[in-house]
């Protein structure tokens, strides 16, 4: 059948036959390197007019539809724009770090896409400590937003830095915890093997209702970790103008927008891969024709299909709440989430030893 | 000009000053900010996120309407009130109908008087709507500004078809009202107020009970009874406090001594107490209209008047409940065509002394909300 | 006594945001309760009710006579100087000399489309029209002329 894996053994047979394996190598990891980048520049487009579209159908109003087809083009407009605008860096603001942090925002982005498996057999590196690279990773994101904070020069920006600093640093903990609960339940930090784990149903069905509380957990605490409303405090628009990001223009805004874009689409296919089995078509037990039926649609789409639609519930989430208060905030954290989180993987824990589960 | 910068760079020099000894952080806000809604400056003096003094600078959209007044005639001048408070222009515009109509003391026909309050409570639901809409977005919620706008854009329709205008209308003229009613009017009211009813349950879904909301809103920003007295809160604001005053109750103009209506009082004195007085006022505001729009009395759209209005030597005072609290109009004539002095008690100036007040000791996002709900529309304090 | 109070809050909590979630997604699945006017797309379809106030007009009838009689009451009940009647004097075939206006200026950038004027006028000679798109590029050509060149008014208004 047609499928990745097929496509890259190709690629790696030709190169093979005409190069030595160091040059093989090379030219494999620039193909990768290039296609993560072109994946980036997708997915900043897809979602900035999925996003533009979906506020504007809730709000009751049409949204983009100058820009191409129905406006689907109008992201690609906005991006034109961004380029050629001026990128300033404001008086007394500390050069390096103000330029960096844009580009530590979107390396870590890129960084966090290694280890997610887009298609069957489509991944770049399937380590062994899947789960715990990306949440260790993710947390990086924080030190790009504190240096645009600080070295803008700006009040606003330190406020937005220091608030998010205090959000994400939190919220870390709810989400290694609830992502805990699926490896407790699949005995591996391995994305490939949580995913295998799933072939006979998903994490969501198979493993009750602690499966059901860790993924709402799981939600919230990658909202709030992404900085997306109602947690999008370090932005903050009505209260910090726009936070961290308030001195910032052109392409460097440009690339923290692109980030938080892509960190959300990272974090909601970890969702998808934990809870709703990644590229794993719905297999239900033993019903081997109705798997098999189930099999006929490319695993892509099963992948892209669960990622996006968590992508549109965080949306929906943003487009519905009201923005929380800091101190709100972190209160949810510590007197909610975390003791549920941590119950709950008790809970798990449980389950897993008596193997309630299917 | 120069008292003015002189003044800002004092507060400047002494609040820098201040800063590098306490450790406390001086942030402006405005007066270019998305949450103040217009040209306000706030200085905010934070220890963390926690506000340890709010200063509101004004002056940035001064237009000295008071002063202009005074060379306009007793016809011409009301226009100009339009431009203060431009969310119930209505109102402003009635307020100084009345005025005048007290110094040539004209009786207005009674259809001039019930179509006054017909528009000015449009106007008020039209005001409360709008705010009902910027205050989620001051909150981070941006989908309720764009459902408030349905509704508002019907009344604002409403306006168009019979004053001609959607914001600064003119409609009200001494002696009466400047056109009778579209003969559409009031079948088009009545469609508002079904449409009114039939979405009017969205608003608590998508807010008041937001639990989200509701965390933000209750506890903050309490302003007692006797503050809200003591600092000259009038309108909704004072109304979430307890302290009762209503102008229209008190001292009624126009056809509201005709009409069944309550005078929507809380006793929290929180941001959620004003948030409820304003959603509850609209359904009042339904209420009057109801009662009025199927009782229009025959006759007269304006009374008699001359050309030239001449106010007898003397000193005139009205007051009006607009969307934001008391306006008092007060005009002082000297016997001629124009007024020689002409003073506006705005709601508005009163309202925002208390932010400081009630701000001191909250968060920055609470600063927002408590902004919010003071409903401020700052043309109408500065003037 | 505390753990059912906390549990309890959280239900509530939870429900409350999923009623204003389940409101959103009403209006995401039906667009046809959607508000937006394309403007300027709709141009040929937008009508603006006949009482809105766009401009000062001065109608003129078809042998290009118009009302006015030239006594700059609308001059002067306007607040903001906006018109400016300049008048001349006729010669009547009768040999008699009789006011009429030269030209009657109007300037739309000082407007305020308050309707004092056309409320003043005694000979309804002008009125308020529809129109809305003002901007150009040079502002004297927002200084108009209201009566038409080589207009004269009309018979039996005095
Ligand atoms: S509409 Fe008002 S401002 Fe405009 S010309 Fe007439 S009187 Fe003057
Ligand atoms: S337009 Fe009317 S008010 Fe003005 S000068 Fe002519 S007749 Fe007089």
């Known amino acids: 059948m047609w499928s990745f894996s097929n496509i890259a053994n190709l690629v790696h047979e030709v190169l093979a036959e005409h190069f030595n394996p160091a040059i093989t190598l090379a030219i494999e990891m620039v193909i990768a390197g290039v296609s993560v980048i072109g994946l980036f520049a997708i997915l900043g487009l897809v979602l900035v007019i999925m996003e533009r579209k979906v506020s504007a159908w809730m709000q009751i109003r049409l949204g983009p539809n100058r820009v191409g087809p129905k406006g689907m083009l109008q992201s690609l407009a906005d991006t034109l724009k961004l380029i050629v605008k001026e990128g300033m860096t404001p008086n007394g603001a500390d050069k390096l770090l103000f330029n960096l942090a844009p580009f530590i925002a979107m390396i870590v982005a890129m960084l966090l896409m290694a280890p997610i498996a887009f298609a069957k057999d489509l991944q770049m590196w399937d380590l062994n400590i899947g789960i715990l690279y990306v949440s260790a990773l993710s947390s990086v994101t924080v030190i790009s937003i504190l240096m645009a904070g600080w070295s803008s020069n700006n009040k606003f920006s330190l406020l937005g830095a220091m608030r998010s600093g205090a959000q994400i640093v939190s919220y870390e903990l709810s989400a290694g915890l609830s992502a805990l609960a699926i490896v407790v339940l699949t005995g591996s930090l391995q994305i490939s093997e949580i995913i295998t784990s799933q072939a006979n149903g998903w994490w969501i069905f198979k493993g009750h209702i602690p499966a059901i509380i860790a993924f709402v957990t799981f939600i919230i605490a990658v909202t709030a970790e992404t900085n997306r409303a109602p947690f999008d405090l370090a932005e903050a628009e009505s209260e910090l103008t726009a936070g961290f990001h308030t001195e910032y223009s052109g392409m460097k805004f440009a690339l923290f927008f692109l980030a938080e874009y892509v960190n959300v689409f990272i974090m909601c296919s970890i969702a998808a891969t934990l809870f709703f089995g990644g590229w794993m078509p719905l297999h239900i037990g033993n019903w081997h024709k109705f798997n098999h039926v189930m099999d006929f649609i490319p695993s892509s789409i099963w992948f892209f299909g669960k990622t996006f639609f968590l992508i549109f519930v965080i949306m929906w989430f943003r487009w519905t709440f009201p923005r929380l208060r800091i101190d709100q905030l972190l209160d949810l954290e510590w007197k909610y989430l975390l003791p549920i989180t941590m119950f709950n993987l008790l809970l798990v824990t449980a389950v897993a030893i008596l193997g309630w589960h299917f | ?383 | 006594m505390f753990i059912k109070n906390y549990i309890k809050n959280i239900f509530s909590a939870v429900k409350s945001l999923l009623v204003g979630m389940k409101r959103t997604l009403y209006y995401f699945t039906h667009h046809k309760e959607i508000i937006t006017q394309q403007y300027p797309d709709n141009r040929d379809t937008l009508i603006l009710p006949e009482r809105f106030k766009g401009e000062v007009v001065m109608p003129h009838n078809e042998n290009n006579e118009h009302r006015c009689t030239g006594c700059t009451a609308c001059e002067l009940a306007c607040p903001n100087g906006s018109i400016k009647v300049i008048t001349k004097f006729d010669i009547s075939p009768d040999g008699k000399k009789k006011k009429a206006i030269d030209k009657l200026v109007y300037h739309l950038e000082l407007c305020t489309m308050c309707n004092l004027c056309v409320e003043a006028c005694p000979s309804d000679a002008i009125k308020m029209a529809q129109t809305f798109e003002h901007s150009v590029y040079d502002r004297n050509q927002l200084t108009k002329t209201l009566n038409n060149p080589g207009s004269k008014i009309m018979d039996g208004v005095e």
Request: aromatic content about 8%; charged content about 25%.
């Open chain 2, 1 to 383: 000009m120069y008292r003015e910068t002189e003044i800002l760079t004092r507060a400047n020099q002494s609040t820098a000053h201040e800063s590098e000894d306490s450790g406390d952080l001086v942030i402006n806000v405005g007066p270019q900010h998305p949450a103040t809604h217009g040209v306000l400056h706030l200085v905010i003096t934070l220890n963390g996120e926690t506000i340890k003094n709010v200063e509101p600078h004004l002056g940035y959209i001064h237009r000295s309407i008071e002063k202009m007044c005074e060379s306009l005639t007793y016809r011409q001048f009301i226009y100009v009130t339009s431009r203060m408070d431009y969310l119930s222009a209505h109102i402003n515009n009635q307020a100084c109908a009345l005025c005048v109509e007290k110094g040539l003391q004209v009786e207005v026909p009674q259809r001039a008087q019930v179509i006054r309050v017909l528009m000015a409570e449009l106007t008020r639901i039209a005001s409360h709507e709008l705010w009902w809409g910027a205050m989620a977005m001051d909150l981070g919620a941006f989908t309720p500004f764009f459902h408030a706008f349905r509704e508002r854009e019907t009344i604002n329709d409403i306006m168009e078809e019979t004053c001609g205008a959607r914001l600064t209308m003119n409609y009200m003229v001494p002696g009466g009202v400047m056109m009778d009613i579209h003969p559409h009017f009031q079948q088009r009211v009545k469609d508002f107020i079904q449409l009114y009813r039939k979405k009017i349950h969205e608003y608590d879904e998508l807010v008041t009970g937001n639990i989200i909301f509701q965390n933000r809103m209750k506890g903050v920003g309490i302003l007692s009874a006797e503050d809200a007295i003591s600092y000259g809160c009038s309108g909704p604001v004072a109304r979430g406090s307890g302290a009762s005053c209503d102008t229209r109750k008190y001292y009624p103009y126009d056809a509201y001594n005709k009409v069944q209506f309550d005078e929507v009082l809380e006793t929290g004195g929180d941001s959620f107490a004003r948030y409820l007085v304003r959603v509850r006022e609209m359904q009042q505001s339904i209420n009057i209209i109801e009662q009025l729009i199927d009782n229009i009395p025959e006759g007269d759209f304006q009374a008699k008047t001359k050309a030239v209005l001449k106010l007898p030597k003397g000193e005139f005072y009205q007051r009006a409940e607009t969307a934001r609290g008391e306006l008092g109009v007060y005009i002082i004539s000297e016997g001629g065509t124009t007024p020689y002095r002409i003073k506006f008690r705005s709601p508005g100036f009163s309202n925002l002394s208390v932010l400081g007040h009630i701000a001191r000791g909250c968060k920055i996002g609470d600063l927002i909300a408590m902004m919010g709900t003071l409903d401020l529309v700052i043309p109408d304090i500065d003037r």
